[in-house]
């Protein structure tokens, strides 16, 4: 299993939220910010539109912060179980830890191949 019990991915009801966030952006890879907090704000009308009782996105996070936060961590959490290793690379006196671009393609492909109950 995938991160721990408290993971918001590993919520049935959020799956294909996650699956979304890391697939739907430019190029079938993961989203921007910006394209992340207006998949949430859309995702959280179409909740308050239909009057779901049961409101996933909406329960589970509670501002579009924690909800980058938890892909952010999804995201780390498949670079972990994959043992990439990350880089650091200094630009303009600033350290970015990154990974390459292979590592991020096999990323996308396990997110892609996996099914709910996988991770």
């Known amino acids: 299993m995938l991160g721990d019990a ?6 049935e009801a959020l799956w294909a939220v996650f699956f979304k966030a890391c697939t739907g952006g430019v190029g079938g890879v993961y989203m921007s910010h ?15 539109c239909t009057n779901a009782t049961i409101k996933p996105l909406c329960d589970t996070f509670k501002t579009v912060y924690r909800f980058i936060s938890s892909v952010r ?10 043992n990439w290793k990350k880089v650091c690379m200094k630009i303009d006196g600033v350290e970015y830890s990154v990974c390459f671009r292979d590592a991020l ?4 492909s396990e997110v892609i191949n996996s099914q709910y109950g996988d991770l």
């Open 73 to 82: 961590g999804f995201k780390s959490a498949l670079v972990a179980l994959l």
């Open 105 to 108: 393609d096999a990323i996308r």
């Open 6 to 11: 408290g993971a918001p991915w590993t919520k």
């Open 34 to 48: 910006k394209q992340l907090r207006q998949f949430y704000k859309y995702t959280k009308n179409v909740e308050h």
